[in-house]
């Protein structure tokens, strides 16, 4: 019998390896071809699903409804940096402490979340380098504030804070703190000067929440129905305080009537931008 040369079992094996290697990249291929086909058109392209948003299936429960999540609204940088600074320069007190203050911050309306953050960046440029939040967003379930009704306070629909930092009630600091934080549209609408709310602060002239207003429907006594709910209602409310500000104009009280901003403290807002446990 004729015998092989020695190196044709080397060049046997390298041979089967190659075909092997092409047999595998044609199956995967033909398997990535029936996925793409058989999925929806754009699934392969959709957004990936962030690990709090997605949805945990089965195997056998996926169907091709579940192949999608919901996309819910990221914030923004600028909000983003406002509420890390409001964590950074609080001094939590009770509520804040009991829910957590990243907690109490995140509930903040976003609009007036920016607002604050740009007011507190300049009061501490300005000679109040402790100015910062003592309480803000809170349930009524606490059961904390001046309001019998604690679906009144504006703390429950994440509208208005408690500062500390400022002064106490008339002083030179107070009256310094209310006219910066007006430039920037945050209302502190009791005065500088009243004993118990010189110090709650809000981005709306509203004192309180009635029983027919639109935002009861946004929240429980535990917190919001939903944070999206919650914030829209707050929009309206704090547009409607605009509206209400400019037609008082010349004729209302300084401190409940935001104060057009200069072109620093807008660049500012859009960048960013011991008190009692009760009040309104």
Not at 31 to 59: D, K
Not at 77 to 104: D, F, H, K
Not at 123 to 139: K, Q
Not at 160 to 180: F, M, N, Q, T
């Amino acid at each position: 019998m004729r015998r092989l040369p020695a190196a044709a079992p080397r060049l046997f094996v390298s041979s089967s390896r190659v075909l092997a290697v092409a047999l595998s990249i044609s199956l995967t291929a033909l398997f990535e071809q029936f996925q793409a086909e058989a999925l929806p058109a754009g699934t392969l392209h959709a957004p990936i699903c962030e690990s709090e948003n997605a949805t945990v299936f089965r195997s056998n429960e996926l169907s091709m409804s579940d192949l999608s999540c919901p996309m819910l609204p990221r914030p923004s940088i600028a909000l983003t940096e406002a509420r890390a600074y409001l964590v950074e320069t609080a001094s939590p007190g009770y509520t804040m402490i009991r829910q957590g203050p990243e907690l109490a911050i995140e509930r903040l309306n976003p609009e007036f979340a920016m607002r604050l953050a740009g007011a507190l960046r300049d009061a501490r440029e300005s000679g109040l380098p402790s100015a910062g939040i003592f309480s803000a967003y809170r349930p009524p379930a606490f059961g904390v504030g001046g309001f019998a009704d604690k679906f009144n306070s504006l703390h429950a629909y994440g509208l208005a804070v408690d500062l500390v930092g400022i002064g106490g009630p008339g002083s030179l600091d107070a009256k310094r703190w209310h006219e910066i934080a007006a430039t920037h549209g945050v209302i502190c609408p009791y005065g500088p000067g009243n004993r118990a709310e010189w110090n709650h602060c809000q981005p709306t002239s509203l004192k309180a929440v009635m029983a027919d207003s639109p935002l009861r429907d946004a929240i429980t006594a535990r917190g919001p129905v939903s944070l999206e709910s919650m914030f829209e209602a707050g929009n309206l409310v704090i547009q409607s305080s605009a509206n209400i500000d400019d037609a008082v104009g010349q004729d209302g009280p300084v401190h409940a009537r935001p104060r057009r901003m200069s072109a620093k403290s807008r660049s500012r807002t859009a960048r960013g931008s011991a008190a009692a446990h009760g009040g309104a």
